[in-house]
């Protein structure tokens, strides 16, 4: 099912690869700008919800509430929920931004995988899947870059150390927890549902990512880790911003 | 238990639901099947073991290792050779066993890739390609003679012929290496990537390549003598009988070429892709596709059954006496025998 994204992930990474001057390491960058590109509207808009979110805490009436029900947690979340949905928001935005990575980080996996094929199936699914005229020619597609094989976990090899250093994932752990504490919104109300997710997922996400960069293809993690600075960039830049746009009105009554 | 707990366990599980779509140990190949020159036995290599099978009913004799081992896999066709049946695995290890038991004689871990090539087995010496971009050249003790390293992984079985052996690259490269030394004799770049190793008749090398093309060289210095264009890329090693050299290309076609010129004597589309030798028997030609079919065609073409098995058939039909084993990918049967009407005889296991 995923060949939908796979397919065309695949052909694109090939063609930058082919016009990159057959580098494959540049070519999951700027394809991973590109993707981030794209979407970014959907990025911004979840970012400014999140703030909104962030903002309606401060409502009066919010406070209201957290007072009236503070004895009653089921009531609490019922009519914290009706705040939001007056509110036009949803409380579990902010953690979107981190979850449409996934079928994304997927579908990369995937494409980097046929791409540079090092199975029978792998190249089988890539030969089935490449509509470039030219992918005859460029197979073997080139996996070093850097110090890096891409179809390998990265390992840095010093020669005065008796150790391996996995410099990506650490990076792809510090990165991914910069972008998870840049895009939640801060809570003072240990209540607050949507900022329990929020830190639930910045927590998880830096190990469950360290992981993946620990064992999968480097070049996973490359994607990962240009995915993260420019998220954290993007949050960066939407933190000087002022808010364009209001909370809707509440509901008339 | 605390709300946050609970929602942390609600990520993790679905990040791990996400990651497990990753992480699935899916085949990476297909079977590899060998059968013994008195058609008594079979030597399957698929995922976490080889199996020896009797020929005649598809009974399991003996399976390597004996206990389960996720560690091990392979896929690459054994080769038998001086009383001992050689194959590699894809945790970069090279076996030798014993083939009536499966009695390990010698193994070799100094490979660092994958051997997803067959191996080639002479009186003498035993010749691996490996994906780590290494041919390893044993004797049968198991001494690493020498090796020879090519710029790109090799994945096909090389072929021997007069003290030369040739091997071929996804480099594009075919090399004619002597047999005893290793020494580059000539190369030859085919302008296309070369998953399958070469057939040698009569001192011509035929090899297709994913330019999609077929191509013969003279083998012993290496001139291309002819090229000749095919619908798709070309995957696996041709083969010749009766006259015949026969291929299929991913396109799904199967091609009767003349040897000496190249000139086409027929086409068969098939319907699926061919990743495998097309294998003459009994006056007959038998091909198997990505699309589970097997199909029988008559010498000048004409297709003479057409059998569906109802899941992707890669690599090559082999025959043990006259029956046509057939192996199976991403199913629970790994290899099925038919005979020369296209009826199941046995399966392989035999519970499916």
């Known amino acids: ?253 | 238990m605390k709300k946050n707990t609970l929602l942390n366990l609600a990520v993790l599980s679905l990040l791990s639901l996400a990651l497990s779509a990753c992480g699935t140990v899916a085949p990476l190949s297909w079977p590899g099947i060998h059968v013994d020159e008195a058609n008594s036995r079979v030597y399957v290599a698929y995922q976490n073991n080889i199996t020896a099978l009797n020929s005649q009913s598809g009974a399991s004799v003996w399976a390597f290792p004996t206990e389960r081992d996720n560690g091990f896999t392979a896929f690459a066709e054994p080769a038998l050779g001086d009383g001992q049946l050689f194959f590699g695995g894809y945790n970069h290890n090279f076996y030798a066993v014993t083939p009536a038991n499966g009695a390990l004689e010698w193994s070799f871990d100094g490979a660092e890739g994958q051997f997803i090539a067959s191996p080639l087995v002479d009186g003498e010496r035993i010749y691996a390609s490996n994906a780590d971009h290494n041919l390893y050249t044993f004797d049968h003790a198991g001494v690493l003679l020498w090796t020879f390293t090519t710029t790109h992984p090799q994945w096909g079985k090389p072929a021997l012929g007069d003290g030369v052996v040739y091997i071929s690259s996804l480099n594009h490269f075919l090399y004619a290496l002597d047999a005893e030394s290793g020494q580059v004799l000539w190369t030859l770049d085919t302008g296309g990537t070369l998953a399958a190793g070469p057939l040698l008749h009569e001192g011509v090398l035929y090899i297709g390549s994913f330019n999609s093309e077929v191509l013969a060289v003279d083998a012993a210095g290496g001139e291309v003598l002819w090229r000749v264009p095919t619908d798709g890329w070309v995957w696996g090693t041709p083969a010749m009988y009766e006259g015949q050299l026969l291929l299929g290309d991913l396109s799904g076609f199967l091609y009767s070429l003349d040897p000496a010129s190249g000139a086409q004597n027929w086409t068969l589309e098939t319907g699926g892709s061919i990743t495998g030798t097309p294998l003459g028997l009994n006056d007959s030609i038998y091909v198997i596709n990505e699309a589970g079919r097997v199909i029988s065609a008559s010498l000048d073409g004409a297709i003479q059954w057409n059998q569906d098995f109802g899941t992707e058939l890669y690599g090559s039909a082999v025959a043990a006496g006259d029956l046509i084993l057939v192996g199976q990918h991403n199913n629970t049967t790994t290899v099925i025998a038919v005979n020369e009407s296209g009826s199941r005889v046995w399966a392989f296991p035999s519970n499916n």
Request: aromatic share 10%; hydrophobic share 50%; with cysteine.
């Open chain 1, 1 to 253: 099912m995923l060949d939908i994204i796979i397919v065309p992930f695949t052909n694109v990474l090939v063609f930058l690869y082919d016009i990159l001057g057959q580098n494959f390491g540049l070519a999951i960058i700027v394809f991973t700008v590109l993707i981030k590109l794209l979407t970014y509207p959907l990025s911004v808009s979840q970012l400014k919800s999140a703030r909104m979110t962030q903002e309606l805490q401060n409502d009066p009436r919010w406070k209201q509430i957290q007072t009236k029900y503070k004895d009653n947690r089921e009531k609490l979340a019922q009519e914290q929920m009706k705040f939001y949905q007056e509110k036009g928001i949803s409380p579990f935005s902010s953690c979107l931004p981190m979850l449409i990575q996934f079928p994304l980080l997927i579908a990369m996996y995937w494409s980097i995988q046929r791409s540079l094929a090092a199975t029978p199936i792998a190249l089988l699914d890539f030969a089935r899947g490449i509509a470039l005229p030219n992918a005859a020619e460029l197979l073997p597609l080139n996996s070093s870059f850097l110090w890096m094989d891409l179809s390998q976990p990265e390992r840095l090899h010093l020669a005065w150390l008796p150790f391996a250093i996995p410099v990506l994932t650490i990076i792809v752990v510090v990165t991914t927890w910069l972008q998870s504490k840049m895009m939640t919104p801060a809570s003072t109300n240990p209540n607050d549902q949507s900022a329990q997710m929020a830190r639930s997922m910045s927590l998880t996400m830096p190990l469950m990512m360290g992981y993946i960069s620990m064992v999968f293809p480097s070049g996973l993690s490359i994607y990962y880790v240009i995915s993260n600075v420019f998220g954290i960039a993007q949050a960066w830049l939407m933190r000087r911003q002022p808010l364009s746009t209001t909370p809707a009105a509440p509901a008339n009554k």
